[in-house]
């Protein structure tokens, strides 16, 4: 089956989930087409994405000409689609937190993505993520394209539900995909009980060539802690960083990595150097995947504190390298980690717990720590392999 993939930005460090579905998809026998908004030219860290990157169709790198000419071409073969189209896009982009000539453009966004998957003979059309991309895929059937689907990851589809027309993406898709029951829970809330059967739990899944390696590997005497992820508020790593001062000034011996980069990564450095934690705490910067991975391996725990989620990738790939989890209960993170058996569950926001849950970390024996990160292993791979998800997905596409 011919399914084409569309996403706003791909591929992308933070999107490696979606490599690995599409992937698992074309090693059960689909062939897949990608389609990206943009991103055609970022410097990409890793030969995987490196390889997903040339393999990318990109609708705005040609500029406004070639979806000028979309639009023209759409207005010959299919005018009453268009004009569908048209009515949809004033509904949706009048009530929008964008302004309306963004959703014009999304509209010829969207002609430019139909001729591509009408040239292609693309049975289904899947997005990642509810928000601008699934506009677009929205605009697409409209314009003849095929029945289309979309994953919602959350958090920012559940804070601003009305303002991206999720109701009406909910309604108009073949399905809709949650990453968590807690997240279908906040799609439910969306729409009226007769949709609800069209939204399905399909987890992010990691495949073994992530997670294999030595048994020298497990964690054990490691004084160090890893934050993987974009330094944004909603990662909580001011708060994170408030926490590492706590402990400093209680005498607690300890290194903290925090591993990406991102809108706040300005704030946060000068919270570090205020606090005069610069021989404690060191940011990398973007890393590939396999730098992500050696940064876990490198480290006793994740800590993630992270004030608002959907299920986060990084927290599945540290227990699958046999690391314990420092986390907040929010969203569909307690439905992955148990309290005391895989890591530390805390409540949002509260520093104290959080410095303590780091505490009792860097002070459990070696060999807990260790017990620790095997149980985390067996849970995560229990509920998140690739191929298995990714199956549940090609089951929901091909009825």
Same mark, same amino acid.
């Given at each position: 089956m011919k399914i084409a993939y569309l996403v706003n930005h791909y591929p992308a460090i933070s999107h490696s989930f979606i490599r690995r579905e599409i992937l698992a998809l074309e090693r059960l026998g689909h062939e897949i087409l990608r389609i990206s908004v943009r991103g055609w030219a970022d410097a990409q860290c890793g030969a995987e994405d490196q390889?997903?990157?040339?393999? @990318?169709?990109?609708?705005?790198?040609?500029?406004?000409?070639p979806l000028l000419f979309?639009?023209?071409?759409? !207005?010959?073969?299919?005018?009453?689609?268009?004009?569908?189209?048209?009515?949809? @896009?004033?509904?949706?982009? !009048?009530?929008?937190?964008?302004? !309306?000539?963004?959703?014009?453009?999304? !509209?010829?966004?969207?002609?430019?993505?139909?001729?591509?998957?009408?040239?292609?003979?693309?049975?289904?059309?899947?997005?990642?993520?509810? @928000?601008?991309?699934?506009?677009?895929?929205?605009?697409?059937?409209?314009?003849?394209?095929?029945?289309?689907?979309? @994953?919602?990851?959350?958090?920012?589809?559940?804070?601003?539900?009305?303002?991206?027309?999720?109701?009406?993406?909910?309604?108009?898709?073949r399905f809709v995909v949650a990453v968590s029951s807690f997240g279908r829970s906040q799609l439910l809330r969306n729409v009226p009980h007769s949709y609800w059967p069209k939204i399905k739990v399909v987890h992010c899944g990691l495949e073994p060539a992530f997670y294999q390696t030595d048994a020298t590997t497990a964690a054990g005497g490691?004084?160090?802690?890893?934050?993987?992820?974009?330094?944004?508020?909603?990662?909580?790593?001011?708060?994170?960083?408030?926490?590492?001062?706590?402990?400093?000034?209680?005498?607690?011996?300890?290194?903290?990595?925090?591993?990406?980069d991102g809108e706040m990564r300005g704030e946060i450095e000068s919270l570090v150097a205020k606090h005069k934690l610069t021989d404690i705490v060191r940011i990398t910067g973007w890393i590939s995947s396999e730098g992500v991975r050696s940064e876990i391996l490198a480290a006793r725990a994740l800590v993630l504190p992270s004030f608002a989620e959907g299920l986060p990738v990084v927290i599945m790939e540290a227990m699958a390298l046999r690391r314990p989890v420092i986390t907040?209960?929010?969203?569909?993170?307690?439905?992955?980690?148990?309290?005391?058996?895989?890591?530390?569950?805390?409540?949002?926001?509260?520093?104290?717990?959080?410095?303590?849950?780091?505490?009792?970390?860097?002070?459990?024996?070696?060999?807990?720590?260790?017990?620790?990160?095997?149980?985390?292993?067996?849970?995560?791979?229990?509920?998140?392999?690739?191929?298995k998800e990714a199956a549940k997905l090609a089951e929901l596409i091909e009825a």
């Open positions: 390889l997903e990157q040339a393999r @990318t169709r990109y609708v705005l790198r040609g500029g406004a000409v979309s639009f023209l071409r759409i !207005l010959a073969i299919n005018p009453a689609g268009l004009f569908r189209a048209i009515v949809l @896009t004033l509904k949706v982009g !009048l009530r929008a937190e964008r302004p !309306l000539p963004v959703h014009l453009i999304y !509209l010829f966004e969207a002609c430019q993505v139909a001729l591509w998957l009408r040239s292609e003979k693309a049975q289904h059309l899947h997005v990642h993520f509810g @928000t601008n991309s699934a506009e677009v895929a929205m605009l697409v059937r409209e314009l003849g394209g095929p029945p289309w689907s979309f @994953t919602a990851h959350g958090p920012e589809e559940f804070d601003k539900p009305k303002f991206i027309s999720l109701p009406e993406k909910i309604r108009r898709a490691e004084r160090r802690l890893v934050c993987v992820g974009r330094l944004c508020e909603q990662k909580g790593q001011l708060l994170l960083i408030e926490a590492a001062r706590l402990l400093a000034e209680r005498g607690t011996k300890f290194e903290l990595v925090l591993a990406g907040t209960f929010v969203a569909g993170i307690p439905e992955l980690i148990r309290h005391g058996e895989h890591g530390w569950l805390v409540p949002a926001g509260d520093l104290e717990s959080l410095a303590v849950a780091m505490e009792q970390c860097l002070g459990t024996a070696p060999e807990a720590i260790t017990q620790m990160g095997e149980s985390a292993r067996q849970r995560v791979l229990q509920r998140h392999d690739v191929d």
